[in-house]
C-alpha cells in the first residue's frame, strides 16, 4: 500500500491552488440520476471518492466520462435502481442516491453504508423524511427499499442537522408532486451548492445555506453545467500546516468567507490570515510561539469537525494547555494515540482532549484511520524532527488531491512510497 515520508523541518512558502470541494461534487454527481441528457461538471478534483462515484453511477446504469477536473454524465441504455454492498461499503456518501433514484424510478434498492470508522452516522434521518413525503421502507438484509408511486411533497423536520440527510431530501423533493419544505436543515456551503444546480435543473429551491429550505418540484428535470465550488476543509487543512510549519503561503481560490471559524481560532493562535487578490494568506514567523486556544466543533457556521485533527496538531506546537471537544462524531479521537508516539502529549476524557502544548515532535511510524486524521499525521510529520511514515493514505486519497506534491511545491519535503504495513 501506498504511504507518504515526510522529512520534517522545512518551512513553508509559496502558492498552491485549491482543488474543487469534494463534499459538493459528490452530492451534485447523485444529482445527474434526476435527469437524463448530458451534465457537465467542472472542476471536480481527482479523488478516489469520486472514482467510486463514478463506478456507482455507472452500475446504475450512466454513461461517465471521468476526467476531473472534468465529468461528462449521461443516460445510458439501461437503468438499474440498485446500489450494491461492494460499491456503497466504500464510501458513506453513497447512500445519496437513494432519493434521486426513488425520486426518479419509484423504487431504490440502496445498500447500508460504509466508510470511515469514525462513528455510527445512522441514515434515520433519511429514511423518515422519504416516509413523510410518502415512500414505504423497509430493510432487507442490508438494503434499504424504498418504494413509492411519485413522492409528494410534504413538510420534513430533522431532529438534527445532517448534510447528506437534507442534500438527500433535497434531491427527492426536486421530482416530489408539490412543495416541501425541510426544517432543522444543515447549513454547509455544499448544500446551498447542491440547491444552485437543483435550480439550474429546473427544480425550485430557496433557502438553502439556511436552516429552512423550500423546494417546489418538477415534473422533470433538466442536465446542467457546473463548476464545483472550491473545497473548504483541503483551504482550511493547508492553512494550518503553513501555520504549524511557519513560513508565508498563498491559497489560490481559498473560500475564506466559509471559513470564518477556522481563520478566527487561527488568528487568536498568533498566526495572519487574510485576502490577497484571489488568494488567502497565511504567515506565522516559527520563531513566534503559538497560543493555546480551546476549540469546540459546531455544525456550520461553528468550527468543522473535518477540521479538528488538523488543529489538534497546532495546539500541540502550543504554549499551554488547549481544550478540543469533538460534539460531532463519538469516535474521532483515533489520531490520537498515533500523535503520541511522535511525541504529543495528550489526554482524552470522553468527548474532551486536553492538548498539553510545547513538547517537540519526532519522526515515527504512524497509521492513518481516516481521512483528517491521516491529513493532521502528515501536518504532524511537517514539523517533526527527522522522518514519518505516514501508512494507509489511501484513506488520504479519498479527499486531499495529490497532497504530498501540493506540499513539495511549498517547500516540504514529501515523497509517497510504497509499505508493507
Avoid at 45 to 51: H, N
Avoid at 73 to 99: H, T
Avoid at 240 to 248: N, P, R, S
Amino acid at each position: 500500500m501506498d504511504a507518504i515520508r515526510i522529512r520534517g523541518g522545512k518551512r513553508l512558502s509559496g502558492k498552491i491552488h485549491v482543488s474543487g470541494a469534494k463534499n459538493a461534487a459528490l452530492p451534485i454527481l447523485c444529482a445527474t440520476l434526476l435527469s437524463e441528457g448530458e451534465s457537465l461538471l467542472r472542476n471536480v478534483p481527482a479523488l478516489r471518492d469520486i472514482d467510486t462515484t463514478a463506478a456507482l453511477l455507472r452500475f446504475l446504469g450512466r454513461k461517465v466520462d471521468c476526467a476531473p477536473p472534468l465529468v461528462r454524465i449521461s443516460g445510458g441504455a439501461q437503468s438499474r435502481p440498485e446500489a450494491p454492498y461492494e460499491l456503497v461499503k466504500q464510501m458513506r456518501a453513497s447512500v445519496m442516491v437513494l432519493g434521486p433514484l426513488l425520486a426518479r424510478h419509484g423504487r431504490a434498492k440502496v445498500s447500508l453504508p460504509g466508510g470511515c470508522q469514525i462513528g455510527a452516522r445512522p441514515v434515520d434521518q433519511h429514511l423518515k423524511g422519504l416516509e413523510a413525503m410518502g415512500a414505504t421502507i423497509r430493510l432487507e438484509r442490508g438494503y434499504i427499499v424504498a418504494e413509492c408511486k411519485r413522492l409528494r411533497g410534504s413538510e420534513v423536520v430533522f431532529d438534527l442537522p445532517t448534510v447528506t440527510g437534507t442534500e438527500n431530501l433535497m434531491m427527492a423533493a426536486a421530482l416530489a408532486k408539490g412543495r416541501t419544505t425541510l426544517v432543522n436543515c444543515a447549513r454547509e456551503p455544499e448544500v446551498e451548492e447542491l440547491g444552485r444546480v437543483l435550480n439550474k435543473m429546473g427544480a425550485r429551491v430557496s433557502g438553502a445555506g439556511t436552516d429552512v429550505i423550500h423546494i417546489e418540484g418538477a415534473d422533470e428535470l433538466e442536465p446542467f453545467d457546473h463548476a464545483i465550488i472550491s473545497d473548504r476543509i483541503e483551504a482550511g487543512t493547508y492553512m494550518v500546516a503553513a501555520a504549524a510549519a511557519g513560513g508565508d503561503v498563498l491559497l489560490e481560490g481559498a473560500p475564506l468567507e466559509d471559513l470564518e471559524a477556522v481563520s478566527a481560532r487561527l488568528r487568536q493562535a498568533g498566526v495572519e490570515v487574510g485576502r490577497e487578490g484571489d488568494c488567502v494568506r497565511i504567515r506565522r514567523d516559527p520563531d513566534r510561539p503559538l497560543r493555546a486556544i480551546d476549540v469546540t466543533t459546531a455544525p456550520h457556521p461553528g468550527f468543522p469537525t473535518d477540521m479538528q485533527a488538523q488543529f489538534m496538531v497546532l495546539m500541540c506546537l502550543a504554549q499551554g494547555t488547549s481544550r478540543i471537544v469533538e460534539t460531532i462524531f463519538e469516535n474521532r479521537f483515533m489520531h490520537v494515540p498515533e500523535l503520541v508516539r511522535m511525541g504529543a502529549h495528550i489526554d482524552v476524557d470522553g468527548h474532551t482532549a486536553h492538548v498539553h502544548g510545547g513538547h517537540a515532535l519526532s519522526g515515527a511510524i504512524v497509521m492513518a484511520t481516516d481521512l483528517r486524521a491521516s491529513a493532521s499525521l502528515v501536518i504532524a510529520g511537517l514539523v517533526a524532527s527527522e522522518e514519518t511514515d505516514v501508512l494507509r493514505v489511501y484513506h488520504l486519497d479519498r479527499g486531499y488531491e495529490h497532497m504530498e506534491r501540493k506540499l513539495a511545491q511549498l517547500g516540504a519535503d514529501t515523497t509517497r512510497i510504497q509499505s508493507d504495513m
